[in-house]
DNA sequence: GTTAATACGCTC
DNA sequence: GAGCGTATTAAC
């Protein structure tokens, strides 16, 4: 549908192949009688081309530009299992799994005591195949992962470490050792520290780059397409947004620079993008588990503990008005039930 | 029936 | 004006 279309049809439904809806008219919204129907097209093409030039990226990713060779810290041969949990590389002079974007899990994780040994098993426990499982995952992450994991998006992800809750145990190692007798806990603990310091350090420097968004937001867009999940699903349960706003951000990216409240929006799609597979997959999942149809693919992670991005709220499947009911059938990955960590929330 | 795209109004 | 939610649509 061209602009000229458009117009000629600005009273009467606006057909076009390639493109869908609009809304048509307001009835009563928040108590106030809106404007009554009246058919519309979507933009004309004219608007979006400005609206689009309007939200260009403009940004450059600040990439770190001192990058420190490999060197591994005492940290790294800690039972917790960090380090164990990927193998690693280093960027900037911290360890990080291959595939995924530096400064990952296997850095900067909190000074916390360790769960029992009884505890990890029992998260495990949940698994088939246990340790084996969890860590194919992130292998096959690495190996699958399309080739932009292995750019940078920029920022170097802040959010992407969580404290480490009792009920979290993603970022252990999936059979934690005992630790050596020869094990110098001192050491370790000063790389624990060292990691802390460095977990400061990094977040104040996320709070002052840059995200390419349109990059971002195509990345974004096509690991919702690649594991089939839908935008509604993402937008409520990672970034506490709905559905429209999502595919807005998703299709018309501003300029980072041209962001200002927003900008939290994409931190947290980045976040997201910055997650171990599984990871991924886990804060797609409610509390509430209604009767559902749909599967994310390749996923393999049900019954695993996850954190969730926002507080669960109640999804409401865009033009069902009212709740939606799943027909019966084995939940989506992102349904399961799981265990709120309530460390990140909706603002 | 589900999903994504869009217009428009509301809040800050 | 930015950011977002809601309502609605077309496409699938």
């Not at 030039?53 to 591994?72: E, F, H, K, Y």
């Not at 292998?139 to 009792?166: C, I, K, T």
């Amino acid at each position: 549908m061209d602009v000229e279309q458009c117009l000629l049809h600005s009273i009467g439904t606006c057909k076009a192949s390639g493109t869908r809806g609009g809304g048509v008219g307001r009835v009563r919204r928040a108590g106030v009688l809106q404007s009554p129907a009246r058919p519309r097209c979507r933009r004309p093409r004219a608007m979006d081309e400005v609206r689009a030039r309007d939200r260009a990226p403009l940004t450059v990713i600040v990439a770190p530009s001192n990058v420190s060779p490999p060197r591994l810290s005492p940290a790294d041969l800690l039972p917790d299992g960090d380090a164990a949990f990927h193998p690693l590389s280093a960027v900037n002079g911290r360890l990080t799994p291959p595939g995924l974007e530096p400064a990952s899990y296997a850095t900067l994780t909190p000074l916390l005591p360790l769960p029992p040994i009884s505890t990890v098993s029992d998260k495990f426990a949940y698994h088939a195949g246990g340790t084996f499982t969890v860590i194919q995952q992130q292998q096959s992450y690495a190996s699958l992962s399309p080739a932009p994991y292995n750019e940078p998006l920029s920022p170097q992800s802040a959010y992407s470490r969580r404290s480490v809750s009792p009920n979290s145990f993603e970022r252990r190692s999936p059979t934690p050792p005992l630790p050596s007798p020869g094990l110098d806990l001192n050491a370790a603990l000063l790389a624990r520290e060292e990691q802390q310091q460095a977990q400061q350090a990094q977040q104040a420097q996320n709070d002052t780059e840059e995200i390419n968004t349109k990059e971002l937001a195509q990345r974004i867009s096509g690991e919702l397409k690649r594991y089939s999940i839908p935008q509604a699903i993402f937008a409520q349960r990672v970034l506490c947004r709905s559905q429209g706003t999502l595919s807005d951000l998703l299709r018309n990216p501003k300029p980072w620079s041209k962001l200002k409240s927003g900008r939290e929006t994409f931190r947290r799609m980045w976040k997201w993008l910055q997650e171990p597979e599984f990871q991924r997959m886990s804060a797609l999942r409610l509390a509430d588990t209604p009767n559902q149809h749909q599967t994310i693919k390749g996923d393999n992670v049900n019954n695993m503990h996850q954190q969730s991005y926002c507080q669960p709220r109640e999804y409401q499947a865009p033009g069902a008005h009212g709740h939606t009911m799943y027909p019966p059938g084995p939940p989506p990955p992102w349904e399961t039930p799981y265990e709120p960590a309530g460390d990140v929330s909706c603002l």
